[in-house]
């Protein structure tokens, strides 16, 4: 079992469309990233989260920690926001990575 | 402040080669971690180094070797060069443990 489990693996859309993309994981963390991957490769850091919930334009983050359980939602969705997201864990050395969920917005 | 730069961006080696893969850590800071990123597959950590010293390793045999500079800038060398070596291949850099900030990564192909 990995121990970052992201669903759904592929999520397509019709644009304004409202996305949530979950993350799963094992065992206790000290922080939580989402990242933005485009094709090509270079990623984006969008949010990291210890606790709580953020919000940055149009994508909202949230994390229960008692759950082990984060979300990436995004409002209003575009073409622009098809990318890969990528929910990875933070260990005090290391980041363990989901495989990511691929978006697809179309218009 | 400029952001963090890999070099180069695509590397094409044979097999039984050496690579030198290059991260230049953001303005400040002095954290650097290296992930290999197989096609369709989620990045996996190689190593993280801290102040010059290496702070953590994955699962990945001692032929990947890393080294951190005065300035915290980093290398990535992988000896003896196998096909599944081939990925992309990315750094990032932090302030002591937190937020990390990508690089746009290294396309190495082994042939």
């Known amino acids: 079992k990995n121990e970052v489990e992201q669903s759904p693996q592929n999520l397509t859309a019709q644009e304004g469309e409202f996305i949530t993309i979950n993350c799963s994981y094992s065992v206790g963390i000290s922080a939580l990233h989402w990242l933005q991957q485009h094709p090509g490769g270079g990623i984006v850091s969008l949010f990291m989260?210890?606790?709580g919930k953020k919000k940055h334009g149009r994508l909202i983050a949230t994390i229960n920690i008692q759950e082990k359980h984060s979300s990436l939602h995004i409002t209003a969705s575009h073409p622009r926001d098809s990318a890969v997201y990528i929910c990875a864990v933070e260990y005090p050395d290391k980041l363990i990575f989901g495989t990511g969920t691929r978006l697809q917005v179309f218009p | 402040e400029t952001g963090v730069t890999q070099s180069p961006t695509h590397l094409i080696k044979t097999r039984g080669q050496q690579v030198t893969l290059r991260c230049s850590s953001q303005s400040g800071h002095n954290t650097v971690s290296w992930y290999q990123q197989a096609l369709g597959q989620g990045p996996q950590f190689i190593f993280q180094?801290?102040?010059?010293?290496?702070?953590g390793r994955g699962n990945f045999p001692p032929r990947f070797s890393g080294l951190q500079f005065p300035n915290y800038s980093s290398e990535l060398n992988v000896n003896a060069l196998e096909l599944d070596d081939s990925a992309l291949y990315l750094c990032?850099?932090?302030?002591?443990?937190?937020?990390?900030?990508f690089g746009p990564g290294t396309r190495l192909t082994v042939t």
């Open positions: 990032a850099s932090s302030l002591d443990h937190y937020e990390q900030y």
């Open positions: 180094y801290y102040r010059e010293e290496e702070n």
């Open positions: 989260l210890s606790s």
